[in-house]
T-cell receptor
Framework: DVKVTQSSRYLVKRTGEKVFLECVQD?????MFWYRQDPGLGLRLIYF???????EKGDIPEGYSVSREKKERFSLILESASTNQTSMYLC??????????FGSGTRLTVV | GENVEQHPSTLSVQEGDSAVIKCTYS??????FPWYKQELGKRPQLIID?????GEKKDQRIAVTLNKTAKHFSLHITETQPEDSAVYFC????????????FGTGTSLTVIP
């Protein structure tokens, strides 16, 4: 089974801090994605990457950046965390036109 | 870009009854439509999917139908059980944008024992 691992399940950070969310997949997939999940809004795409060092903005990239230095790792960076970035963050991976495999999610609270 | 709408947002059914969740999409180029189930506190899991060259697909108590002309697709769960209680998401994938998925806003299904 494909495994997508997110480094933290729960995270509490202060406003203004720089936050790193890490995601690692073990199936040599080219495509990786970061979503945030909020009640009533579903899953919204923040950034995605088709290859190493390649990134594309999703629907809500403001306040976020990403890094893909190695194929298996896709990091989401909150440059200066704000309270409206409190959310569940889900990483996903896909190797071909088939369903995503999601990570377990990181519930981030910004205080 | 693609826009996926999902209804209803909440659904309660009695155990043993059927549940139907409906989604519409806007871009006729979409050709892959997965459905995800997310139990409380867990990651979304793919439960069934359908491609644009197929009108219906079944897997035990779960079925998905696709109407390309009307640009809508539906999830049908028969003989519902309490363990079917979860949030269900539909999604659509555009053929010319790689594997980016566009998700509906989710349906919270409660099966009442």
């Amino acid at each position: 089974d494909v495994k997508v691992t997110q480094s933290s399940r729960y995270l509490v950070k202060r406003t203004g801090e720089k936050v790193f969310l890490e995601c690692v997949q073990d199936m040599d997939h080219e495509n990786m994605f970061w979503y945030r999940q909020d009640p009533g809004l579903g899953l919204r795409l923040i950034y995605f990457s088709y290859d190493v060092k390649m990134k594309e903005k999703g629907d809500i990239p403001e306040g976020y950046s990403v890094s893909r230095e190695k194929k298996e790792r896709f990091s989401l960076i909150l440059e200066s965390a704000s309270t409206n970035q409190t959310s569940m963050y889900l990483c996903a991976s896909i190797g071909s036109l088939k369903g995503y495999t999601f990570g377990s999610g990181t519930r981030l609270t910004v205080v | 870009g693609e826009n996926v709408e999902q209804h209803p947002s909440t659904l309660s059914v009695q155990e043993g009854d059927s549940a139907v969740i409906k989604c519409t999409y806007s871009d006729s180029a979409s050709n892959y439509f997965p459905w995800y189930k997310q139990e409380l506190g867990k990651r979304p899991q793919l439960i069934i999917d359908i491609r644009s060259n197929v009108g219906e697909k079944k897997d035990q108590r779960i079925a998905v139908t696709l109407n390309k002309t009307a640009k809508h697709f539906s999830l049908h769960i028969t003989e519902t059980q309490p363990e079917d209680s979860a949030v269900y998401f539909c999604a659509a994938s555009l053929s010319n944008t790689g594997n980016q998925f566009y998700f509906g806003t989710g349906t919270s299904l409660t099966v009442i024992p």
